[in-house]
C-alpha cells in the first residue's frame, strides 16, 4: 500500500470547516483513499473514501486532486467532538487486504 | 445492527495466567482482525482472518493465539505474555457476504489489556 504523509497535529475553530490534507504522491490507479478517525479511548471509526472523484456523506467531504497525490478531508462545521486523530489511508478496496495505519493527525477543536 | 462488541472491556491478567478477549460481529461480514494499540501510537495490524480461516499473521508471538469459531466470532487466546504486551486490543470486520465490499473495516471499542 502507498504511504501518506499528515501533518502531525493541527487545530481547527469550533464551528469552522477544518481542512485535513493528506499526500499520496505514490498511489496506484487501483488504490483508494480511505478517512478513519480514533476518539480518545474509543475505536477507529471510518469516515469516507474516495477513488478519484470528490465524495461527500454526513460526517465529511473528501476532495482528491486530478493527479491523485494529495487529498483533503474537509469537516464543514467542527465541533468540540471532532477532537481526535484523524488517519489518511491508502489501499486497494474490496478483498480483505490489510489496514495499515500511519501517525496521523492529531486535530483538536478549539471553542 | 453495525456494531462490533468486545469483551472484556479491561483485563488484567499475570504473565503465568491463560485469558481470551472475544470479538463478535453480526453483520455477516466475511473478514475479521485483530490490531493492537500502545499509547499514544496507530494501530498495528496483527491478525486477519477471511472466511473463517487465518489469511494475515503479522509475525506475532505465539503467544498469542487466534481462533475464528464461526463467521460472527474472534477470539484472541493469550499465554504467557508479558508487561511489554500490555496495550489496547482492537478488533474489526470487514465485507458482506453477498453484496459488494468497499473495504471499510468496523472496529469494536477495545479491551485494554494490563500484564502485571
Known amino acids: 500500500d502507498a504511504k501518506t504523509t499528515q501533518p502531525p497535529s493541527m487545530d481547527c475553530a469550533e464551528g469552522r470547516a477544518a481542512n485535513l490534507p493528506c499526500n499520496h504522491s505514490t498511489i496506484s490507479g487501483n488504490e483508494y483513499v480511505y478517512w478513519y478517525r480514533q476518539i480518545h479511548s474509543q475505536g477507529p471509526q471510518y469516515i469516507i473514501h474516495?477513488?478519484?472523484n470528490n465524495e461527500t456523506n454526513e460526517m465529511a467531504s473528501l476532495i482528491i486532486t486530478e493527479d491523485r497525490k494529495s487529498s483533503t478531508l474537509i469537516l464543514p462545521h467542527a465541533t468540540l467532538r471532532d477532537t481526535a486523530v484523524y488517519y489518511c489511508i491508502v489501499r486497494v478496496a474490496g478483498g480483505n487486504n490489510r489496514l495499515a495505519f500511519g501517525k496521523g493527525n492529531q486535530v483538536v477543536v478549539i471553542p | 445492527d453495525t456494531e462490533v462488541t468486545q469483551t472484556p472491556k479491561h483485563l488484567v491478567m499475570g504473565m503465568t495466567n491463560k485469558k481470551s478477549l472475544k470479538c463478535e460481529q453480526h453483520?455477516?461480514?466475511?473478514?475479521m482482525y485483530w490490531y493492537k494499540q500502545k499509547a499514544k501510537k496507530p494501530p498495528e495490524l496483527m491478525f486477519v482472518y477471511s472466511y473463517e480461516k487465518l489469511s494475515i499473521n503479522e509475525s506475532v508471538p505465539s503467544r498469542f493465539s487466534p481462533e475464528c469459531p464461526n463467521s460472527s466470532l474472534l477470539n484472541l487466546h493469550l499465554h504467557a505474555l508479558q508487561p511489554e504486551d500490555s496495550a489496547l486490543y482492537l478488533c474489526a470486520s470487514s465485507g458482506s457476504a453477498g453484496g459488494t465490499n468497499t473495504g471499510e473495516l468496523f472496529f469494536g471499542e477495545g479491551s485494554r489489556l494490563t500484564v502485571l
Open positions: 453483520m455477516g461480514h466475511r473478514a
Open positions: 474516495g477513488l478519484k
